[in-house]
């Protein structure tokens, strides 16, 4: 069955240092999508990345980065320079495109503190 | 475009009472998914839509739950009796799928649910 860690259950970090969130993931599928989504404190979710399974590329969208490594099933995120608004709870999701099914399996997210 | 929506925002009930919950998803989905969130634990899976069917309720706690998305547009969540332990996040999310690839969920705010 799928599964999704993130172990780091809290952060905390000074504005402008760098930080990394990891997310390690298990399945059994060889076609897979693996998501970031960021719910900051007014409760919802918002989706900040969709990574497929055969595209190992990463990826640098301004402050943000992800680094996807199949052979560590990792796929981690960073934020350099980190601001304030970056505060929020952030999960990491996998869905399993060979079974059909659409359902997202997520981590128990972890929880960014950038102080000012 | 307008985002997913979900009404109401907070819901506060009894023990043994009926709630229903809503959700709009983005107009042109055809993919409707239900999530919850209780205190302390992942985001999990309840189910799919598919326009008005329901293509997987594998994630269904009990049969007190029921879902329905008449027409295939909104979809309704009724809980029914309420217990103390469905209290929590209630997630709403939609995708269209690009010729039958997955593709990315949006979610609304949610709706928090407590049963007193």
């Known amino acids: 069955a799928q599964k999704v860690t993130q172990a780091q259950t809290e952060i905390s970090v000074v504005e402008k240092e760098d930080v990394t969130l990891d997310c390690v993931y298990e399945t059994r599928d060889t076609t897979y999508y693996l998501f970031w989504y960021k719910q900051p404190p007014s409760g919802e979710l918002v989706f900040l990345i969709r990574?497929?399974?055969?595209?190992?590329q990463n990826e640098i969208s301004g402050r943000y980065s992800w680094n996807f490594q199949k052979s560590t099933s990792s796929f981690n995120f960073t934020i350099t320079a980190s601001q304030v608004v970056d505060s929020a709870v952030y999960f990491c999701a996998l869905s399993e495109a060979g079974t059909g099914r659409r359902a997202l399996t997520f981590g128990s997210g972890t929880r960014l503190q950038v102080q000012p | 475009e307008a985002g997913v929506t979900q009404f109401p925002s907070h819901s506060v009930i009894e023990k043994g009472q009926t709630v229903t919950l809503r959700c709009d998803p983005i107009s042109g989905h055809d993919n409707l998914y239900w999530y919850r969130r209780v205190m302390g634990k992942e985001i999990k899976f309840l189910l799919h839509?598919?326009?008005?069917?329901?293509?997987?309720e594998s994630g269904m706690p009990n049969n007190r739950f029921l879902a329905e998305r008449t027409g295939g547009t909104y979809s309704t969540l009724k809980v029914q009796p309420a217990e103390l332990e469905d209290s929590g996040v209630y997630f709403c999310?939609?995708?269209?799928?690009?010729?039958?690839?997955?593709?990315?969920?949006?979610f609304g705010p949610g709706t928090r649910l407590t049963v007193l």
């Open positions: 990574r497929n399974s055969f595209d190992e």
């Open positions: 839509f598919v326009k008005e069917s329901k293509q997987d």
């Open positions: 999310a939609s995708s269209q799928d690009i010729a039958g690839i997955p593709n990315t969920q949006y």
